[in-house]
């Protein structure tokens, strides 16, 4: 098996979070089509094999949230250049993206940042980073035909068979690598159930303060209300990467998975590869960027191509969310990503940040940020705290992939302040 970075667990916190802003009545989605998915979500669009559903807005809300700083709840790209710092990248068409450090949690610029559009299967970042940590790799399930009762029509799927038993671990591998509505669902039904499951998610949401976030399906497949931002996505990342499965997950370039159990048959198996493009290169001019390190990648008709990505370079890592490029090109949504992360390497250190990603519900801080340029006391607060309340540790990156866990570290310690004994 072959993977890429990630990140351990939080101690800290945020604070008294607002009350959820009002859900826009935007559809969602996140349906898939294997030969979307198979196509990492850049030439295709996972679809419900009908068109249904209205697709997002094309104008931003005038007003929108301000958790995590004033200016993040401006229409229009936000940055505040200092000496020497590069201009914005010009190609840029995503209705909604974001640049945030992993490490302090700060935003370097964003646009449209808490823009509550159709997730399609970045969702699954949040799905499993409220479900991971309840099962055990290990176990193992039976598939039975409910399991997979309610999958969308053309839904991404990596091959999941009634009557089939697979474990937990190789469930994962089939959400991470090719987006596997059918594995969501298994997970999901060993979770207890879709509708519990769903629960989970928006409760986990709240707990994060990614107050955009509506869940109707696990899986984002393309729903009524159901939306979310990048700022949120870029939340649901930072937080799934504290947890050791979650980076080895979405790290990892390609693996077997588990074919149909036949009687009186040795049970075989068949690669699968990650259709994060970024992160194997297939596809890209230059190949897999170099550092990336996961995250997620999501297309539907409703929601066009989304993603979200982690890379190091020089000892620096960053996240970046891109939200439904208008320009219609192979890949584009990958090639947009680039260029932010080229931007976000070359300015760090030389820009005001415009806002922070704020910890989960317990810790200290103002999630609404106060009024400052740079998203108010809050920003200074998170940075202030010397406190490591969580750290990544994601091995041996190499060439955008993590060829084998050992060589190289990817460290990444989160400055939340510690709660208060």
Same mark, same amino acid.
């Given at each position: 098996? &072959? ?30 089509n294997p030969a979307a998915s198979a196509n990492g979500?850049?030439?295709?669009? +996972? ?61 370097? /610029? ?5 823009? +509550? ?23 193992? !399930? ?8 309610? $999958?969308? /029509? ?47 998610? #928006? ?9 955009? &976030? !509506? ?15 990048? @700022?949120?996505?870029?939340?649901? /990342? ?10 080895? @997950? ?15 048959? #040795? ?7 990650? &259709?994060?493009?970024?992160?194997? *290169? ?13 995250v997620k990648n999501g297309s539907t008709t409703n ?19 891109? $939200? ?9 949504? @990958? ?63 190499? *060439? ?12 990444? !310690? ?8």
């Amino acid at each position: 098996m &072959t993977a890429a970075p990630a990140l351990a667990d939080p101690t800290a916190p945020p604070s008294p979070s607002p009350s959820r802003p009002s859900v826009s009545p935007s559809p969602s989605g996140a349906s898939a089509n294997p030969a979307a998915s198979a196509n990492g979500g850049a030439a295709g669009r +996972e679809d419900d094999g009908k068109g249904n559903g209205r697709r997002a807005p094309r104008t931003p809300p005038s007003r929108m949230s301000t958790v995590g700083g004033e200016m993040l709840g401006r229409p229009g790209p936000q940055v505040q250049l200092g000496p020497g710092a590069p201009q914005l990248p010009t190609e840029l068409s995503g209705r909604s993206w974001l640049v945030a450090d992993a490490e302090s949690g700060e935003i370097l /610029a964003a646009n449209n940042a808490h823009w +509550e559009l159709p997730p399609a299967s970045t969702l699954k970042m949040l799905f499993a980073d409220t479900v991971l940590p309840k099962l055990p790799r290990t176990k193992t !399930h039976k598939v039975v035909p409910a399991d997979l009762e309610g $999958m969308g /029509a053309g839904s991404s799927a990596v091959g999941v068979k009634e009557g089939s038993t697979y474990s937990v671990h190789d469930l994962w591998l089939g959400v991470f690598l090719r987006s596997g509505n059918d594995a969501v669902r298994v997970l999901a039904s060993m979770n207890g159930g879709i509708p519990k499951t769903v629960k989970d998610m #928006q409760a986990h949401a709240e707990e994060l303060q990614a107050l955009d &976030t !509506h869940v109707v399906t696990p899986d984002g497949y393309d729903a009524d209300r159901q939306v979310s931002s990048a @700022y949120d996505l870029t939340l649901f /990342a930072r937080s799934g990467l504290q947890k050791a499965d979650f980076r080895e @997950y979405c790290s990892t370039v390609s693996a077997q998975f588990p074919g149909e159990e036949q009687p009186g048959k #040795q049970r075989e198996s068949f690669a699968i590869v990650n &259709t994060n493009r970024l992160l194997t *290169g297939e596809g890209m001019e230059h190949g897999p960027y170099k550092g990336m390190a996961g995250v997620k990648n999501g297309s539907t008709t409703n929601a066009g191509n989304t993603f979200t990505g982690v890379a190091q370079h020089d000892g620096r890592k960053l996240l970046v969310t891109v $939200m439904n490029p208008d320009i219609q090109e192979p890949h584009e949504v @990958y090639k947009e990503t680039e260029r932010l992360l080229d931007w976000g390497f070359e300015a760090a250190g030389r820009v005001k940040p415009v806002g922070m990603l704020v910890p989960p519900k317990g810790g200290t801080g103002n999630a609404k940020g106060g009024g400052g340029q740079a998203g108010g006391d809050h920003a200074q607060a998170s940075v202030a705290g010397s406190g490591s309340g969580g750290m990544w540790t994601a091995l041996g990156i190499a *060439g955008g992939a993590l060829v084998a866990l050992g060589a190289g570290a990817f460290v990444v !310690h989160r400055r939340w302040p510690r709660p208060k004994a």
